[in-house]
């Protein structure tokens, strides 16, 4: 059997400097440099639908890497957020905003949405993709240890899948597991493909 190789025609640049991202990318066996612009504004208008909102975001940081993207280079940006009914949770700034996402998300199910935009000098593709999520009813004391151990106030719904609130608590999960924890990057290595940006020899 011949042993194939994967190669980029793209320098991929990854627009975030979180670190589950980084992780996610790595995981696709490709070559990318981080590179995070600073200042971006990440508001949106209050009238845009909540499933609206990540796509939104993805394109408003793209904007951002489009004056200085070169001929041989390609911006993966992304956004994700968590949707209970129709309210967005975003990241808690302390213990007391986290335990009320969590009750909010406690014996519901939800959805985290992630909007990606991978863009080019020349064209970009920009698409959203969601998973449903669904936790047993949580207790107090849980709860608690949870945010004690962890301090989940970096992550959007304040829970991480992969930490011990996703073990123990998460009874369904419809949808890709990896867009929950950040980047849904079968679709993103998908696209790729489709833009010839992956190739195998």
Known sequence: MTIKTMETSKHIILGSNSPRRRELLSGLDIKFEVKVMDGIDETY?????????????????AEAYRMSIGKDELVITADTIVIVGEEILGKPHDSFEAQTMLEKLSGRTHVVSTGTCLTTSEEQRAFSVQSEVTFKQLSTMELDYYISHFRPFDK??????????????VTSLKGSYYNVMGLPVQRIYQELCNMNVINFK
């Not at 208008?45 to 940081?61: I, Q, S």
């Not at 959007?156 to 608590?169: M, P």
């Open 156 to 169: 959007a719904g304040a829970y991480g899948i992969q930490e011990w609130i996703g073990y123990v608590g």
């Open 45 to 61: 208008p209050d009238c845009l639908p909540a499933f609206e909102v990540p796509l939104y975001l993805a394109k408003k940081k």
